[in-house]
């Protein structure tokens, strides 16, 4: 008898939390209701390549914290139900082709905080349905050209805390649903190869966009422009000496930018009058010696002002006479 033999109307399966190091063929045979497993928290290194075999109408697979080194080439094969597979937290350093191909129903994938230091050219083409791809705290170093072609329900992308250089020209270019993306703490910089021109052209749904803590010393002209829909935006944590005229243009949305702990020296004049609707500016920690005239006279809503650490000697005339609403300077 196996261990789960008779229990063909079992549809939750809960092992998470022991010290289960592996899993015997089969282990899982004539389960074919079941709908969420649960292994997390384990000390599985591997798991059979035929483990999930008969199990079509399993929605939930929970596998993070559980040490796998690596993932046999069809073990997700005849899982056409798949909504979520959470894989992160383990060791993976690398993912066999067409791991998640016939994964066409999967909405939320976790490869964050493993080893990984590449990626097969499509390895994501199966899962078309993926609302959030996440691969935070990797290895990574660049991306294959395409490699998220054909993923036009994404709205979350994490790539932050890896070792990308550079973004390959189009790589966010059929993500159309996009909202967020992050891609702080990395090694890009202002290079047209580090971050190509119109890298984020037609994202016209995003929201948020992360480029803090990389080695950006000055952001290419236009970067930001058709992201009419952007709320946030960090571009904390680089050596920015200036910034572009009219950079924020169009960003009437934008209610929250971080320019913290950059190498400011000064402002162009004029450089919010678009953001409108800003409510708070990080300007801290930066070399600011002085600000331009009527610098906040635009932004009636800016509630959140900080300015603390920089090199300001003095003061334009009537610098906080606006409309705005400030709480905290």
């Not at 973004?167 to 990395?186: A, D, K």
Request: glycine letters at 10%.
């Amino acid at each position: 008898m196996g261990t789960f033999d008779g229990l063909s109307n079992l549809e939750y399966l809960l092992l998470e939390n022991n010290n289960l190091e592996s899993l015997p063929e089969g282990i899982f045979n004539g389960l074919s209701r079941l709908g969420q497993l649960n292994l997390y928290n384990n000390e599985l290194s591997s798991l059979p390549a035929a483990i999930f075999n008969g199990l079509s109408n399993l929605q939930y697979i929970y596998l993070y914290n559980t040490r796998i080194s690596r993932l046999p080439e069809g073990i997700f094969n005849g899982l056409g139900r798949l909504a979520i597979l959470r894989l992160h937290d383990n060791e993976l350093e690398s993912l066999p082709a067409g791991l998640f191909n016939g994964l066409g129903t999967l909405q939320y994938l976790y490869l964050n905080n493993n080893q990984l230091k590449s990626l097969p050219a499509g390895i994501f083409s199966g899962v078309s349905c993926v609302q959030y791809l996440g691969l935070k705290g990797n290895e990574l170093w660049s991306l294959p050209t395409g490699i998220f072609n054909g993923l036009s329900s994404l709205q979350e992308l994490d790539l932050g805390n890896n070792n990308l250089e550079s973004l390959p020209t189009g790589i966010f270019q059929e993500l159309s649903s996009l909202r967020n993306v992050h891609l702080g703490y990395n090694k890009l910089n202002s290079s047209a190869a580090s971050l190509p021109t119109g890298v984020f052209n037609g994202l016209s749904s995003l929201w948020s966009i992360d480029l803090g803590q990389n080695m950006l010393e000055r952001l290419p002209t236009g970067i930001f422009d058709g992201l009419s829909s952007l709320g946030r935006l960090y571009l904390d944590g680089n050596t920015l000496k200036s910034l572009p005229a009219g950079i924020f243009n169009g960003l009437s949305r934008l209610w929250y930018l971080d320019l913290q702990n950059n190498e400011l020296q000064s402002l162009p004049a004029g450089i919010f009058d678009d953001i409108l609707n800003i409510w708070f500016l990080y300007l801290n920690n930066n070399s600011l010696s002085t600000l331009p005239a009527g610098a906040f006279d635009s932004v009636p809503y800016l509630g959140n002002l900080f300015l603390d650490n920089n090199n300001l000697e003095n003061l334009p005339s009537g610098i906080f006479d606006g409309p705005f609403r400030l709480g905290t300077l």
